[in-house]
């Protein structure tokens, strides 16, 4: 540390003119010769290496140390976040069978992989499919969220703990739990359905898909909803009600708007979850890009039964995940629109 | 005409009646779904792999010798497809017929777990079914081993036909060998010791400068146990389950896995790995796999040898018609697996000697299928001899009479075919897994323990002793199991 | 808003109008609890018909003998057999649940199989160890993005990235990272002295890399959740602790945690259960032999191949038992909040 501890002040200005006391009333300095002849400062800049004038700098202008601290931060993290996918990146250019020693550069440079998703599986297909499945869940989950997230966060009703843990038990199953009485209950004919389906199941139907990812997924919105609808302070409700808004109305125009953080979070991270999602996609459909397939079934079909097209792979996920970066790019706007400054004039 | 709060619009500027209507039709849409999506008439639906559906092209080949043979020209084949490995188009199967859907049809099954949909009743009993003729050529011509596996256990019957084996083989670069001064004339037909395989393989690496002697695969998975491991053990006259005669009937079995054949294979297989250094080493074994093999499967193992790094490779037959494709054809040979002990040395009988592997894939018939009829003629027009070689001829895929292979013209047909000698000897030693209903989990104990052993993580006694305990244990626990 | 609401229910609506209307009316007048039971039905009937049916299925299940071969499932009723069988590792599973025996000296537990084969502390060392790193530097992604500054919706959108990725590739990228040829992950980590040559195989060495795998893709999550908590306090708050001269430290302390402890306790909460039943990513990177997990024994028991669905249904309800008694630390906390849940 600098030999010269010491407070910022503005103009050197001191207690008694001496330059020995620091504001607080402390020393200053603790030279050898008690100061008298380095009093101020910026005299004794010329003894500090570089380090101790940063160090100085910074204790006389801490904006500085946290504008440093959150560049280096940010910077980690950038890299941290982003390495990876420049790997996969990598990966993707790489020629098949080349696969060796990818540090920065591929193995190799072959674009073309990035068309060759597309003549090797009809991927756009699986992408479509995808979307679609995740869009439907996203909207039922936060329709159906969204009612539950206002009856647990703003309303006060018997049984409202017990049916919140209920609520919560089911994330605590793998999903594993709910496949075998599902199998049955989608594969088991319903006369109701066999105009629209032949077999009059809904396997092979998106619905086989949509229905049970909502409802693993539900738990987690309700949750997120319920903490960020019950931090509306019920002034801005009822100034609402007083105006002759329905109750519903209330939800959908004063709480969803001035929770848009929390419910653009729950969207994007439902969708994202839901397009992802592997485990009812495989089970729940036979595979073929025309019987709903999602994304994953066509990642997945770059693998043969013994070889592994990595840069293939690799690059179906990068293309994958285009819409989903999309998606984020937009959501993320609503996501800090943070409550209006002045909106609660309690 | 509407009111005004209809028109106010949310957040996302769009309209809410607007916005509301497109999310219900997405919704319902998404979740009602589309029309139905049956098979045309006439069609026969099967679920097989990738490879399998392009042979089977509307317009090929194998379509046409199939009507040849036989099938009715109003029937096709369309095969559905999904993820290609193994272990997820058994899981595929098992839920497909677990909820008794109708499609698809046929399934493609892999010959190492056919048994157990036998014995859970999800397949069709083809002795009801299939001609006397086709029937007889099974039971007469058919590689013995294969059939094995597509019979029920108990009663004998026949379940599924064989489409093709496969057979674990030791492919090598011949090129190598005969740089170093050896004459490999007699190297597809005559197995040699493994003691041999280990001297040449570091020869032939120091004389060439690659990497690796060997590659084979042993990480811990399936194919530790069904193939490589067993294959390695079989060679030296060891079984699990005490020699041939009880593979496939699980209970109350013998367990022989913690016998000195055994042990004496997972040393060699240490000593292959670590060389005399390894304190379980075998004398007169050289060091000639890298630690990675491990960490290998199938694929892992080949990269070196395709990228022309490896002396000796362990591996199914589709990687040297993979290496003929690179335009390394001249410079690859297939041999027999070399063996530990000879055939009248072993401890049970049909064991020692060179053995291989035995995989490849059967065809079921759904039971809850609406077109058995359809799908029979298809099973009976894929046992005629033509659409076996026609099959042979566009994938490579062994025939299940093996003996045909002695007539092809490798020129005309593939250069797997040029290994006929070989892959014939493989055939007649093909030692198939023992695949029980409860061979999944006794496979996974095995190939935790022989991975274990082989990284050095415990000593083979070790863990063959624990390996015997936990195959006793599961014998006993199936065997109480009360069954009508 | 009143003169719109007067004239739908005035003179010229058409019959829509009014019979939408009836309902409306009828639905202002429940009382609260009505109103709220009313608002939990669409989501309890989904619930009810993909989740608790399909649960009370499976325990019914999980008390039935297995039956491997045969046309039927399964066999008798024999009520919890299976439970004990799974807890003492008497079960056709390769996986180990826990493998634990009590021993008469210090530490007084004995484990018959290193800690890392058994699926029970492989589960909970994963989540408390991942959940701990997520959060910490999902704060701190958090605090970035909750700045001003340009370019800061790309940082955004870099940060949220990896939480896009599915599962398989997170998997595949880490797998490739320390397979022997392909990537640099292995010589790297051997040239620090931290792993094996084979990390892959190795039960420890793959736990952390499934460790790492999984921060970098989770800690997304906890920063989204914990941005948008920040982003919800009112920056009000803040101008006014700053002219009364309160400290960075002093604020962060004093308004920034206690209001966005909510989201910070949901995204944990979450996060804990989510670690607890990790699976694919174990699958697609090291596999389930390397590093068991509670749902990789589900599944195995599953969909192994052998038909033991008896003792799959009591694994998965043991799993359940296991991440509720652990996060029933989250729900005591919750009761502290400023939410106010209880």
New interface residues.
């Given amino acids: 540390m600098s030999p010269n501890d010491h407070e910022p002040t503005d103009d050197g200005a001191d207690r008694d003119g001496s330059g020995r006391y620091r504001p607080d009333g402390g020393p200053r300095s603790r030279l050898a010769d008690g100061g008298t002849a380095l009093g101020r400062a910026e005299d004794a800049e010329i003894e500090r290496g570089p380090f101790s004038r940063w160090v100085d700098r910074s204790i006389q202008n801490p904006q500085r140390v946290y504008r440093a601290m959150f560049y280096v931060a940010a910077i980690f993290f950038l890299f941290t976040t982003l390495f990876p996918f420049y790997w996969l990146l990598m990966v993707a250019l790489t020629p098949e069978g080349q696969l060796q020693d990818i540090v920065f550069t591929p193995n190799g440079f072959n674009p073309g992989a990035f068309v060759e998703v597309f003549q090797t599986l009809p991927f756009h297909w699986y992408m479509f499919n995808s979307f679609v499945i995740a869009t439907a869940s996203t909207v039922l989950v936060l329709v159906v969220a969204s009612l539950a997230g206002y009856a647990f966060g703003r309303l006060e009703f018997p049984g409202k703990t017990p049916m919140m843990l209920l609520v919560l038990l089911v994330s605590f199953f793998p999903p594993a739990a709910f496949f075998i009485p599902l199998n049955d209950l989608f594969n088991t004919p319903v006369s109701v359905l066999e105009p629209v389906m032949s077999d009059g199941t809904l396997y092979n139907t998106p619905g086989a898909m949509v229905m049970p990812i909502s409802a693993i997924f539900m738990p987690l919105a309700i949750f997120i909803l319920t903490t960020f609808y019950a931090q509306i302070p019920d002034g801005l409700e009822d100034a609402a009600r007083v105006e002759g808004t329905t109750r519903l109305g209330a939800l959908f125009r004063v709480i969803i708007p001035l929770s848009a953080p929390g419910v653009a979070t729950a969207g994007v991270l439902t969708f994202i979850a839901v397009y992802n999602e592997f485990f009812f996609s495989f089970l729940m459909t036979d595979g073929q890009p025309e019987n709903w397939a999602p994304i994953l079934e066509g990642i997945l079909g770059y693998q043969g039964q013994y070889e592994i097209l990595f840069n293939l792979m690799a690059a179906s996920s990068i293309i994958g995940v285009l819409p989903v970066a999309i998606l984020v790019i937009v959501a993320q706007e609503k996501i800090v629109s943070g409550l209006t400054a002045g909106a609660l004039k309690e | 005409m509407v009111?005004?709060?209809c028109e106010?619009t949310?957040?996302l500027g769009v309209s809410r009646r607007s916005f509301v209507a497109a999310?219900s039709a997405?919704?319902a849409?998404?979740?009602?779904?589309?029309?139905?999506?049956?098979a045309e008439e006439g069609a026969v639906v099967a679920?097989g792999?990738?490879?399998f559906q392009d042979i089977m092209d509307p317009e090929g080949e194998l379509h046409q010798a199939l009507w040849d043979a036989g099938l009715d020209e109003d029937i096709t084949v369309s095969v559905?497809?999904?993820?290609?490995?193994?272990?997820?188009r058994?899981?595929?199967a098992?839920?497909?017929l677990?909820?008794?859907?109708?499609?698809?049809d046929l399934f493609m099954m892999d010959s190492g777990?056919t048994i157990?949909f036998i014995?859970?009743?999800q397949t069709v009993n083809l002795e009801d079914r299939l001609s006397n003729e086709t029937l007889g050529l099974i039971e007469n011509e058919y590689l013995e081993a294969a059939v094995e596996t597509a019979r029920h256990p108990e009663t004998g019957e026949l379940h599924a036909l064989p489409l093709f084996p496969d057979f674990g083989t030791m492919q090598y670069r011949e090129d190598l060998a005969e740089d170093a001064g050896y004459d490999t004339e007699d190297w597809g037909t005559e197995p040699m010791s493994w003691q041999e395989f280990s001297e040449v393989a570091a020869d032939v690496r120091a004389d060439s400068g690659v990497d690796f002697g060997f590659t084979t695969q042993a990480?811990?998975?399936e194919g530790l146990a069904c193939c490589t491991f067993n294959e390695v053990i079989s060679t030296w006259g060891g079984a699990y389950f005490g020699g041939l005669d009880e593979l496939f009937e699980a209970g109350g079995r013998e367990v022989t896995v913690d016998e000195e054949p055994v042990l004496d294979a997972i040393r060699m297989m240490r000593t292959f790995v670590r060389g005399q250094d390894d304190e379980h080493a075998l004398e007169g074994y050289e060091q000639i796999a890298?630690?990675?093999i491990?960490?290998y499967?199938?694929?892992?193992a080949?990269?070196?040898f395709?990228?022309g790094n490896v002396v000796m490779h362990r591996n199914?037959p589709?990687s040297i018609a993979i290496a003929h494709d690179d335009g390394m054809g001249d410079q690859v040979g297939m041999m027999p697996m070399p063996y530990g002990v000879e055939e009248d040395e072993a401890a049970y009988d049909g064991l020692g000697g060179t053995a291989a592997a035995l995989g490849g894939w059967h065809l079921t018939l759904n039971p809850a299928s609406e077109n058995q009829e359809e799908a029979t003629q298809v099973l009976e027009a894929f046992a005629t001899e033509e659409v076996m070689l026609t099959v042979f001829e566009v994938q490579g895929w062994i025939p299940p009479i093996v003996e045909l292979l002695e007539d092809v013209d490798p020129e005309e047909i593939g250069p797997v075919a040029e290994y006929a000698e070989t892959i014939e000897i493989a055939g007649e030693n093909a030692v198939p897994r023992p695949v029980t209903?409860?061979?999944?989990?006794q496979s996974?104990?095995i190939?935790?323990e022989v991975?274990a052993a082989y990284?050095g993580v415990k000593s083979p006694e070790e863990a063959m002793a624990d390996l015997a305990d936990r195959l006793e244990?599961?014998e006993a626990?199936?065997g109480e199991?009360?069954?009508? | 808003m009143s003169s719109d609401t007067d004239a739908a229910i005035g003179g010229e609506t058409p019959e829509r109008e009014r019979t939408g209307n009836a309902v409306v009316n009828w639905m202002e007048g429940l009382s609260e609890a009505a109103y709220a039971y009313l608002l939990l039905i669409p989501s309890f009937l989904l619930l009810a018909f993909i989740a608790f049916y399909p649960l009370l299925m499976t325990f019914v299940m999980s008390l039935q003998e297995d039956r491997t071969r045969g046309g039927e499932t399964l066999g008798g009723f024999v009520g919890v057999e299976n439970y004990v069988d799974v807890l003492t590792g008497d079960v056709r599973l390769a996986q180990q649940f826990m493998d634990v025996s009590l021993s008469g000296a210090f530490p007084f537990v004995e484990f018959g199989v290193p800690l890392l084969q058994q699926a029970l502390f492989v589960t909970l060392g994963f989540a408390v160890i991942s959940v701990f790193f997520e959060t910490v530097f999902g704060f701190g992604q958090a605090l970035i993005l909750d700045q001003e500054f340009r370019g800061r919706r790309w940082v955004r959108v870099a940060i949220i990235l990896p939480w896009a990725v599915p599962i398989v590739i997170q998997g595949m990228i880490f797998f490739l990272l320390f397979q022997p040829e392909v990537g640099f992950g292995t010589d790297l980590m051997q040239w620090l002295g931290l792993f094996g040559p084979n990390p892959l195989a190795d039960s420890q060495d793959a736990f952390v890399i499934v460790l790492v795998a999984d921060i970098w893709k989770s800690t997304a999550f906890m920063a989204l959740l914990i941005l948008a908590g920040l982003q919800s306090v009112d920056r009000s708050l803040y101008d006014v602790a700053k002219v009364a001269g309160a400290s960075p430290w002093k604020r962060f302390k004093l308004i920034t945690l206690p209001l966005i402890l909510p989201a910070l306790l949901v995204a944990m909460l979450f996060r804990t259960m989510d670690a607890m039943r990790v699976y694919g990513l174990i699958e697609s990177s090291v596999g389930c032999t390397t590093v068991p997990s509670l749902t990789c024994m589900v599944v195995e028991a599953m969909f192994g191949g052998t038909r033991i669905f008896g003792t799959a249904a009591a694994v998965a309800f043991l799993t359940a038992l296991v991440i509720g008694l652990f996060i029933s630390v989250y729900i005591v906390l919750f009761r502290d909040t400023e939410a106010g849940f209880y």
């Fill in positions: 009111p005004d709060r106010r949310t957040s999310a997405v919704g849409g998404g979740i009602a779904g589309c029309l139905g999506r049956g679920y792999d990738t490879d559905r497809t999904g993820p290609d490995e193994t272990e997820q058994r899981s595929a098992q839920s497909a677990q909820a008794e859907r109708s499609q698809p777990w157990p014995l859970r009743e990480a811990a998975y890298p630690t990675a491990v960490q499967t199938e694929e892992d080949r990269g070196p395709a990228g199914w589709y209903d409860i061979w999944p989990e996974a104990h190939y935790q991975n990284r244990a599961s626990d199936v199991q009360d069954v009508q």
